[in-house]
Nanobody, 126 residues
């Protein structure tokens, strides 16, 4: 069982930056592929980024590639999402997710993630 708690969301002007954090409970954090998804109002939840268990591989949605960086610190049971050059279309609730199944490449399908956080709101004002 893994519990995930996101933090770091907020209101930022277009072009600004935010760093989201997701703290995980449990001792098996390093055995999970971690990902960030987001859901904008009246839209489906969509994949943003994922990182493999040992921080070897990272994956990004085309819409954020070059502006976003996912990282993890297995010693701190935490995964991060650094977001730069934020745009109004990045406004969404951002969710952290954990996948206990080893997949290469990492999944971009929300149904394949086992655990989810409660989400953190990111609002970008233009």
């Amino acid at each position: 069982q893994v519990q995930l708690v996101e933090s770091g969301g907020g209101l930022v002007q277009a072009g600004g930056s935010l760093k989201l954090s997701c703290a995980a409970s449990g001792r098996a954090f390093s055995m999970y592929t971690m990902a960030w998804f987001r859901q904008a109002p009246e839209k489906e939840r969509e994949f943003v980024a994922a990182i493999s268990r040992r921080d070897i591989y990272t994956y990004y949605a085309a819409s954020v590639k070059g502006r976003v960086a996912i990282s993890r610190d297995n010693a701190k049971n935490t995964v991060y999402l650094q977001m730069n050059g934020l745009k109004s279309e990045d406004t969404a609730v951002y969710y952290c997710a954990a996948d206990g199944t080893l997949r290469l490449p990492a999944s971009r399908v929300e149904g394949e993630y086992d655990y989810w956080g409660q989400g953190t709101q990111v609002t970008v004002s233009s």
